[in-house]
């Protein structure tokens, strides 16, 4: 496949926003460009995990109570440097970190936006080369500029966002992000070390062919999930066919692959765990803005993911994201089934 040279970069994307958009300070730009830097680095590791020691466990356990991998430790730290050493960037928190990080230096307290992460979303899948992501959200600080942020700058609901992206490491390696004038998919061309603009303004199809879910949980759905999941298996020849069923248990590379195709995916409650296991701020919270600027849905099953308030950093929620029209059809087997 030969490389269009004249493709943009995401340097050149960036700066073309700015000039589009006078207004803008072009610090929202800076940060995201912060963010393809440490993802590139963290490419480079996940690109060579089979080859050196930072496979298996970190020897430690995150909040989560999950075993922490190398690579989860790696790629933590290397955002955590790039957006530190940064000026556009005045905190974070992550999936990696029992607390938020404070940047409180004289130039990060003076950044008007703090990013969420999830800096190696699958990581039980490094070992055996299945596909894994960052996740990521950006907001504007509620608290003055000029002050070292505090936890409510990072307890906003979903749809304060100012941008929100994911990088998949996989076949390629994609670093996609959306702010609210669109989705835009960059791919790394390792030959010049650049993510270049290959999937300009995505869009979300208003419905699929592909359902995911961890059907081993299907017992412990509620009803409502149960009857959308048989519905999927049972359409008509006329309404297309059964559904194909795809997941990889990598959410990163199974909602990308939705967002692309069109589909929906469900990580449901259970009557073991109600709330599910998907993390609110920096999983659900930066896919459901995504899909949603891309013109998809994202509920909890009962209310939309971007309206939840969070009430701690770590928090679960059911989540249920994709195809505009199969999600409607998802809430009405919702709301018929209680
Ligand atoms: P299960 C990975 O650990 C993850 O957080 C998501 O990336 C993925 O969608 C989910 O968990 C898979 O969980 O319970 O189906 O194995």
Redesign the pocket.
């Given at each position: 496949m030969s490389i269009n040279r004249k493709v943009q970069t995401l340097d050149e994307f960036t700066i073309q926003q700015l000039r589009d958009f006078p207004q803008a300070t072009g610090e929202l730009s800076n940060l995201l460009r912060n963010i393809g830097l440490a993802a590139k680095r963290v490419n480079v590791e996940v690109n060579k995990a089979g080859l050196v020691d930072i496979l298996g466990d970190a020897g430690t356990v995150n909040v989560q109570g999950e075993k922490v991998k190398k690579l989860d430790v790696f790629a933590n730290d290397q955002f955590i440097k790039v957006l530190q050493h940064g000026i556009s960037c005045a905190g974070i928190a992550s999936e990696e970190l029992d607390d938020f990080v404070a940047f409180d230096d004289e130039k990060s307290i003076h950044s008007k936006y703090v990013c969420l992460f999830d800096p190696l979303?699958?990581?039980?899948n490094i070992d055996v080369n299945v596909s894994i992501g960052t996740i990521f959200g950006v907001y504007r600080r509620v608290t003055p500029v000029g002050t070292v942020v505090t936890k409510e700058d990072f307890l906003q609901p979903g749809s304060s966002q100012v941008a929100a992206g994911y990088v998949v490491y996989g076949s390629s390696t994609m670093l996609v992000y959306a702010t609210r004038r669109g989705v835009n998919g960059f791919t790394l061309d390792p030959s010049i070390g650049e993510w270049t603009l290959s999937h300009p303004d995505i869009r979300c199809p208003e419905k699929g062919k592909i359902y995911s879910v961890?059907h081993g949980s299907f017992f412990e759905f509620d009803k409502g999930v149960q009857s959308y999941i048989t519905a999927c298996q049972q359409k008509s020849k006329e309404q297309g066919g059964p559904l194909r069923q795809r997941?990889v248990?990598?959410?990163?590379a199974?909602v990308h692959r939705n967002l692309i195709k069109g589909g929906i995916f469900m990580?449901p409650g259970t009557s073991s765990k109600p709330d599910g296991?998907?993390r609110l701020l920096y999983?659900c919270n930066p896919f459901a803005f995504i899909v949603g600027v891309a013109g998809g849905k994202a509920t909890n099953g009962k209310i939309r993911t971007l309206d939840i308030v969070p009430s701690s950093l770590h928090e679960r929620c059911p989540f249920f994201v994709g195809s505009k029209l199969m999600m409607e059809e998802l809430e009405t087997q919702l709301d018929q089934n209680g």
């Open positions: 979303d699958g990581s039980g961890n997941y248990g990598s959410m990163v199974d990580y296991k998907l999983e």
